[in-house]
């Protein structure tokens, strides 16, 4: 078993309060993320499950075992506690070539050379790296180095696979291709992966369930993908799992209000317990017409991009992003123009309690 239990986990540097008292468990064989803004505190909350750094309180056990402990003063070592690790630089050793750096791991554990051969070469192969064993780093793409490091950290069949933010500095395609393979790697092998990043799509793409960390190291969610996406518990979450919009709205004396400009508002009234509140909507979900309900809208910005047009908005002083099908947008002739007005409708909001522009970012 390699669930982790993290309880009270709290890190100061200084007076500097990096993580105030975290709780998360991440089941035996899950695929857990971690997703949240930069500087949050996520290579830190890893670095203290690897055992790199010590908690200044808290928990942290791994498979039901304390690794740490701070009030009772446990600690450790990183490589007692079963644990595999690879970072966004990878750190493969430049002068070592593919198998030797693969076989590093088992080399100071002092495994026997010939098992060392065996276990580097499986795991070499495993990663789609089989025939380059010879090569140096230098002679490897970025995507190829960053296996190097995924097969590193798996050779020692690690029972809990810490992955920070690996897939950083690969480009979009290799990065989507790498990300289904951790997956794979994942389902196939059984190991715990414990998963920190700042961007989303990975998240919702890799995850079992993930958690919604904000700037100052709270957690704001935890959930499914489907969950946390359909359902966001604040507006901070839902700003932060894709580009969106939020629309003020304000109720008046004969209704509600939308826009920074206070246009009348016919649609569904909203669903959040007070007088002020923001409707969040995706770009797919604003319905744009020429003559249809809804508010009016000026389009300031148009883009084709393909298969959609992209939309910037003004809808009562407030910018919208909208987001269309072309083929939707030709065959309807919705092909508006830079400084067309338009009518815009929703198809779906999340209600918002507030006006805090703050408590989104
Ligand atoms: N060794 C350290 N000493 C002081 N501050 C640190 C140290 N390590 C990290 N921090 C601070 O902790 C915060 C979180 O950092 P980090 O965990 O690296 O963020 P990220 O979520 O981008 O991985 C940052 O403000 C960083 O400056
Ligand atoms: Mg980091």
Redesign the pocket.
């Known amino acids: 078993m390699a669930d982790v239990r993290i309880a009270g986990l709290e ?1 100061r ?2 007076d ?1 309060l ?1 993580l105030p008292g975290l709780d998360i468990t991440v089941a035996d064989g899950e695929c857990f993320t971690l997703l ?12 203290l499950v690897a055992g790199f ?1 010590a908690p200044s309180a808290g928990t942290v056990a791994i498979g039901g075992v304390a690794m740490a402990d701070a009030a009772a003063g446990t600690m450790v070592p990183p490589n007692q506690r079963g644990l595999g690790m690879v970072f966004q630089d990878y750190a493969v050793w430049p002068h070592m070539n593919v198998t030797d750096n693969v076989a590093y791991p088992l080399k100071l554990a002092g495994v026997p050379a010939e098992e060392m051969r065996r276990r580097a070469s499986a795991a070499v192969a495993m990663v789609g790296l089989g025939g380059l064993e010879k090569r140096l780093p230098s002679e490897l793409s970025g995507g190829q180095q960053q296996r190097v490091a995924l097969a590193r950290a798996l050779v020692s069949e690690p029972r809990l696979l810490l992955l ?2 690996p897939l950083n500095n690969l480009d979009a395609n290799l990065r989507e291709e790498m990300r289904f393979e951790i997956k794979a790697l994942q389902r196939k092998l059984g190991v715990t992966v414990f998963y ?1 990043t ?1 961007d989303q799509e990975i998240a919702l793409g890799i995850s079992d369930r993930l958690a919604v ?1 904000d700037a100052s ?1 709270r957690l704001r969610q935890i959930g499914t993908p489907e969950e946390i996406y359909e359902h966001p518990a604040d507006a901070f979450v839902f700003g932060f799992l894709g580009v969106s919009n939020f629309l003020p709205m304000r109720k008046g004396a004969d209704g509600w209000l939308a826009g920074a400009a206070l246009a009348p508002w016919s649609g569904i009234p909203p669903d959040c317990g007070g007088d002020v509140c923001r409707a969040g909507f995706r770009p797919s979900d604003v319905i744009l017409s020429r003559g249809g309900e809804g508010l009016d809208g000026v389009v300031q910005r148009a883009s084709f991009l393909g298969s959609t047009m992209d939309y910037l908005i003004d809808v009562a002083g407030t910018p919208v992003r909208a987001a269309m099908h072309s083929h939707e947008c030709l065959e309807k002739g919705l092909m508006f123009a830079e400084g067309e007005a338009c009518r815009v409708s929703l198809a779906a909001v999340h209600w918002f309690p507030g006006s805090d522009a703050e408590d989104a970012r």
Do not use: A, F, N
């Open positions: 890190k540097y200084g500097h990096v949240g803004p930069s500087g949050c505190g996520k290579t830190v909350l890893l670095r750094e920070d933010e920190v700042h960390m190291g």
